[in-house]
Each structure stands twice: as structure tokens, then as C-alpha cells.
């Protein structure tokens, strides 16, 4: 089998102390390819530093994460542009609107998100989107850019069934992750609604950790933790989970 882990973010301090055991770790629970997600101009030297080591493994995006648009976004915007201009990337991300750690900010990330829709169009490249607290407002704007030809995936999906249906609906896909083992989150009833086709596996690495792991760091290699669930859900092989998401990622992310 082999799975791919769609957003992990690897190139965190959390993982400073052993970070190559973590990804051989993952390599061997069969999780092939990992995709980076950046955060603001802060953390791209340290993800460039781990897709250069891990070419085969590791893939970057670029993007402005919604909590770290600050006062000094146009900088900010600036400064990560230059390297999507220069270098090569899988996606724009991470990216999008965050309503739940703090709103001061909330005018300049409905800009912010706006440009990274903007260069996703404009370099022909997925959008891995942020919505905490957000998603009727995300929707909203998705569909202004409708019939454009913009992809994605919502990142660790968190809405209602009909909410999914609309995301799907756009051609969006739902990154799902160690929530759904949780229980009593609605993720199941999700999951259960929406076709196998649509779905991506995701950790959100070192954030949310699936059971019996929940509370601890989270790693690549609890992909198959999350794998087993959606199998379970879905009353499919453990080994369809894998097969299809990962054919999934690879058409989404443009992994030849």
C-alpha cells in the first residue's frame, strides 16, 4: 500500500530532535509522499531544507497561513511571492480565513486570501485552504472565482454534510484527518456522505494526532490510523483507502 500525507508540517521545532527517524518512520508505515504546507517568510527556509533532503518524499506549497497575517501582510505577500516566482511548488498554501484565535485581522485575510486565489489562477496550482471558523464566508468567496479552473482541497475539514456537498460541488476536495477518529465530531457522517473520490488524508503533523494517540505529537506514519477509519466508515479495504486517496493527491498536486 501506499499512502500519501497531505499536509504535515515536518519542518517544525516540534520535530527538530528527530526528524529523519520520523520520516523514515512514515516511509515505513507506506506513506510515500508528504506535502508541506508553509506558514508565513519565517518558516520557508526550514521546509526548503527538508524537500531538498527528502526530494523523493517531501513537496512544498507556498502560501500565507491566516494567522499569521499580521499588520506587515503586504511584506509578507511580497516576500513569498519572489520565491513562487523563482521556485517550483505544489500548491498555494497553506492559506484562508481563521475566525477563531483572533479577528483583528479578519478584513486583511479575506485580501490576503483573495492574492493567494490570485496566484493559484495565475501559476496554474491547487489552493490548500484554512477555514477555522470560516467557512460560509470561504464558500462565498471561492464562488466569485467560479468556472476559473481553481482546485483544492480544504484542509482538515471540519463542516457539516451540506457544507461538504458545497465544497465538493466546486471540485474541491476534503482533507481528512485524525479528528474523524474521535468520535462525536459529525466528521463520520461526513465522510459517510461523500464519495471516496473526493477525500484526501491529511495529518496536520505535529497538530492533531489521531487515537490512541490524541494530546501527542502527531506524526506521517498515524496515516494508516486515519486510513483504517475511513475504511471502516466507508465499509471498504483498508487498501482501497489507500489507493484512492493517494490517486487522488497525485492528480490534485500534479505528482507525475
Known sequence: MIFTDTHAHLYLPEFDEDRQTVIENAVDAGVKYIFL????????????????????????????????????????LSTLRNYLENRSYRAVGEVG???????????????????????????HLPLVIHTRNSFDRTY??????????????????????????????????????GVVTFGK?????????????????????????????RGKRNE???????????AEIKQVSIETVAEITTENAIRLFHLK
Request: charged fraction near 20%; include cysteine; proline fraction near 5%.
Open 140 to 177: 462565498e468567496i471561492l464562488q466569485e472565482y467560479q468556472g476559473k479552473g481553481l482546485t483544492g482541497v480544504f484542509h482538515c475539514f471540519s463542516g457539516n454534510t451540506d457544507q461538504a456537498k458545497k465544497a465538493v460541488g466546486m471540485g474541491f476536495y476534503l482533507g481528512i484527518g
Open 220 to 230: 506521517s506514519s498515524y496515516i494508516p490510523l486515519i486510513a483504517e477509519k475511513v
Open 97 to 123: 480565513i481563521d475566525l477563531y484565535w483572533d479577528k483583528t485581522f479578519a478584513a486583511e485575510q479575506e485580501e490576503v486570501f483573495r492574492i493567494s486565489i490570485g496566484w493559484a489562477l495565475e501559476f
Open 37 to 76: 504546507p508553509n506558514i508565513d517568510s519565517g518558516s520557508v527556509g526550514s521546509m526548503h531544507d527538508l524537500c531538498s533532503h527528502l526530494h523523493n518524499h517531501c513537496f512544498p506549497m507556498m502560501g500565507l497561513h491566516p494567522t499569521s497575517v499580521k499588520g506587515n501582510f503586504r511584506e509578507e
Open 185 to 213: 465530531t459529525g466528521l463520520e457522517k461526513v465522510v459517510d456522505a461523500v464519495g471516496i473520490e473526493h477525500l484526501l488524508l491529511e495529518t496536520d503533523a505535529p497538530f492533531l494526532a489521531p487515537a490512541p494517540y
